[in-house]
């Protein structure tokens, strides 16, 4: 599936992270698009054809929302998916490339998993619906992605086919659920790579992928997701790792998340970026990578005091690696994110830095 072109950056982002106007411009896929075409000509003039020439790599900005699905009051909003997402959208639209991870089973059937309190499902008009906001690929790999067990993964897998909305994470065994999405975007080749650290207990087993079965990516397994980030960065410039991880409600990493976050920027990780918590978590740099530990609640049906805060997380990326980000806030009401402005936005983006300070990450690239 292609990644939309010809966007229109936004004033007000390029100004925020003194963006350039190389920022700006078309995005293409894994066919390389923004190749200079052959020059014309041929055998019947006694010349050689021109090969393709590689597009210049330029500068991007890729943009990162949380936990999405499309429970409770946000239902009715799939009845017009162009507008389901709400006013941001816009802010999605800004950015090369948009990811947000798509927490819910997408099926009308199933079994409801045995044992749990919440179960989230939506219809496949869920992809329109992130299509039309303007996002670029999506991971399922968390604690609700099956949701209603084989059945359910089953019409997942088949909706994800149907569309051919870019989904990572979840396949219909290990090698599929740990494939990377490639995608080239203005010369650079992106390769992202979905899986959750979060799995129940009772689970487990049923819902992790092996060679023989379908299921989630587990970063449990580290040694898999190590060879997994491995594989991805072969001809990639920037590997992209959206992972399921943390605690519930808790505001500061788990040392299984830092650990895992140093595995993963050895094996050749140059952005992680994930979510869990409900509540956002700080970000910054550690030894050559972007990392991001808890995005929050995006749109989402329950949220309310601090798993409402929100907001999009842009990354402008240069080179293969991140040389800014911007925390972009947004409060979440009736289940969408509504993005700040003017006094609120600033007490965010400050509330957001101060949430830096337990997760051993620097403000700027080294």
């Not at 998916?81 to 991870?101: E, F, Q």
């Not at 487990?204 to 898999?224: E, F």
Request: glycine fraction near 12%.
């Amino acid at each position: 599936m292609s990644v939309r072109r010809n966007r229109v950056a936004a004033a007000a982002v390029a100004g925020a992270m003194a963006l350039t106007a190389a920022a700006c411009g078309s995005s293409g896929d894994s066919e390389a698009k923004g190749a200079t075409p052959p020059a014309p000509g041929g055998s019947s003039a006694g010349t050689q054809p021109t090969k393709p020439t590689q597009p210049a790599k330029k500068p991007i900005i890729l943009a990162f929302g949380g936990d999405v699905h499309f429970e409770g009051i946000l239902r009715p909003r799939l009845n017009n998916p162009s507008t389901a997402l709400g006013p941001i959208a816009r802010k999605l639209r800004y950015a090369d490339l948009a990811m947000v991870n798509l927490e819910t089973a997408i099926t009308t059937g199933g079994t409801p998993a045995p044992g749990k309190a919440f179960t989230f499902r939506a219809p496949a008009t869920a992809f329109k619906a992130l299509k039309a906001a303007g996002v670029d690929v999506t991971s399922m790999a968390n604690n609700h992605g099956m949701d209603y067990m084989e059945g359910g993964l089953a019409d997942s897998l088949a909706a994800i086919k149907r569309t051919g909305f870019p989904t990572v994470g979840i396949g219909k065994n290990a090698d599929d659920a740990y494939r990377p999405y490639r995608v080239t975007v203005k010369g650079n080749k992106l390769a992202i790579v979905g899986a959750t650290q979060v799995l129940d207990n009772n689970l487990i087993q049923a819902w992790t992928a092996t060679d023989t079965k379908g299921g989630l990516a587990s970063a449990k397994n580290v040694p898999r997701m190590v060879q997994a980030v491995k594989e991805a960065s072969k001809g990639s410039d920037v590997v992209i790792v959206h992972l399921h991880w943390g605690a519930e409600l808790q505001p500061c990493p788990l040392p299984r998340q830092q650990e895992l976050a140093e595995k993963l920027i050895a094996a050749g990780a140059d952005i992680l970026v994930g979510g869990h918590a409900h509540i956002p978590l700080g970000g910054g740099y550690k030894d050559g990578a972007y990392v991001h530990y808890g995005m929050g609640n995006f749109v989402f049906y329950s949220a309310n005091g601090k798993t409402a805060e929100s907001g999009v997380l842009y990354l402008r990326v240069e080179n293969g690696k991140v040389t800014k980000d911007k925390w972009d806030p947004a409060r979440i009401s009736g289940g969408i994110p509504i993005p700040l402005k003017g006094a609120q936005a600033k007490a965010a983006v400050k509330r957001w830095n101060g949430l830096r300070e337990c997760t051993g990450l620097q403000a700027r690239p080294s």
